[in-house]
């Protein structure tokens, strides 16, 4: 695939998009953001990517008359920016199907958890550590999956666990995860970069 021309989605603080900029630039990820898309206008990750130099862009279905008005909004958005890989990082909205469709196996999400398990609508933020704290799991973890139509429910293509260590609470739980995902997530892209994704079914093959 080479150089990775990404359009990253993000609804919050955009941790997981800082991440990816600093592998980056530290050669560590052989890509280029090319916009940063987010549907609130509050978002920390915005601000980030305009200190950065980083294009902008909000998208968000009430902005538009129609479904299928908002739809080629942001395919032509996406076409405009030259994006050629989509990274969601806390994206708190559905991409649409056609989207999907159009980036087949190149769209991308970070789930806190190790799915199949603590995935799916409303499964997200401090919902997902509380729930794991909750049944009493010993381990949780990190996944990085391809995106379809159904929340959190792609193939994976990578997992890191992480231990749930006596007196966690989900605040000290989701530091250790995020310090994971900020690692994993650039490495599991330049496996895109480089290459070495293959998508067979619901699995993937990382190829040596
Ligand atoms: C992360 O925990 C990620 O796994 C989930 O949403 C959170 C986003 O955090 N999808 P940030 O905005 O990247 O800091």
Redesign the pocket.
Known sequence: MGKLHLGVF??????????IFQAIREGRLNAEIRCLFSNNPEA??LSIAKEQGIPTGIICKSMYESRELFVDAMLHSLKEHGVEFIV????MKKIPPEVISAYRNRVV????ALLPSFGGKGM??HH?HEAVLEYGCKVTG?TVHLVDNEYDHGSVVAQQYVLVEEGDTAETL?DR??RV?HQIYAETLQLFAEDRVEVRGRRTIIRR
């Open positions: 993000a609804s919050g603080r955009g941790s997981n998009f800082v991440a920390g990750a969601l990082a806390g994206y999400n970070i789930h806190p997200y933020g997902v990190v989701a995860v995020l995902e």
